[in-house]
């Protein structure tokens, strides 16, 4: 089965700060994605990434960076956190083949105060 | 990428069977219909998948009609735990596609 790993179920921080949240997937899978999702917003886009090193924006990418170094790993960066970041942060990943599905992790809540 | 529509939300009883259709009127020759739950504070979970006519695996169906403007997902004799936001996403997720979640469908399953 496969397993994406958020290494954070809930994270607080200041305005300004340099945020990481990280995502690890055990499945080998080629694509990786960065969603938010807010109330009312449902999920949004911030950023994915279909091979190492390799990143395409999302709907959403003002305010975010991403890092692909590893296959197995995807980081999103805050570069210096705001208020209206605080949000649920889920990464997900899939295969790169025709209509694979996303396998998603639990979600990261993210404050920002 | 085919825009998606959906109900906001749906009620329903125990044992009863729940249909939410989705419109995607642009859909493209090689896009795949998607549908995807999420119960509150997790990541939304793979249900079912389609590209034309009827799919059905042990959790639900997924009914394609020929010209594959709409889908609609079909839960046979829902549960409480069955209660949650159901999303349905069109696309080839593949390569440089990214998929493009809409609001979701939110059902509510009443004793």
């Known amino acids: 089965d496969v397993k994406v790993t958020q290494s954070s179920r809930y994270l607080v921080k200041r305005t300004g700060e340099k945020v990481f949240l990280e995502c690890v997937q055990d499945m080998d899978h080629e694509n990786m994605f960065w969603y938010r999702q807010d109330p009312g917003l449902g999920l949004r886009l911030i950023y994915f990434s279909y091979d190492v090193k390799m990143k395409e924006k999302g709907d959403i990418p003002e305010g975010y960076s991403v890092s692909r170094e590893k296959k197995e790993r995807f980081s999103l960066i805050l570069e210096s956190a705001s208020t209206n970041q605080t949000s649920m942060y889920l990464c997900?990943?899939?295969?790169?083949?025709?209509?694979?599905?996303?396998?998603f992790g639990n979600g990261t809540r993210l404050t920002v105060t | 990428l085919a825009k998606t529509t959906q109900p906001i939300s749906m009620d329903s009883y125990e044992g009863q069977e729940v249909n939410i259709t989705c419109s995607h009127n642009n859909i493209a020759t090689n896009d795949y219909i998607t549908w995807y739950q999420q119960f509150p504070s997790q990541g939304p979970r793979f249900i079912i998948q389609g590209y034309k006519t009827k799919v059905t695996n042990e959790v639900a169906s997924l009914f394609i009609p020929a010209d594959r403007k709409s889908s609609t997902l079909s839960l046979p004799r829902v549960s409480l735990s069955d209660t949650a936001v159901y999303y349905c996403?069109?696309?080839?997720?593949?390569?440089?596609?990214?998929?493009?979640f809409g609001s979701g469908t939110r059902l509510q399953v009443q004793p």
């Open positions: 996403l069109v696309g080839p997720d593949t390569g440089r596609r990214a998929l493009t």
């Open positions: 997900a990943s899939s295969l790169y083949s025709r209509g694979s599905p996303l396998h």
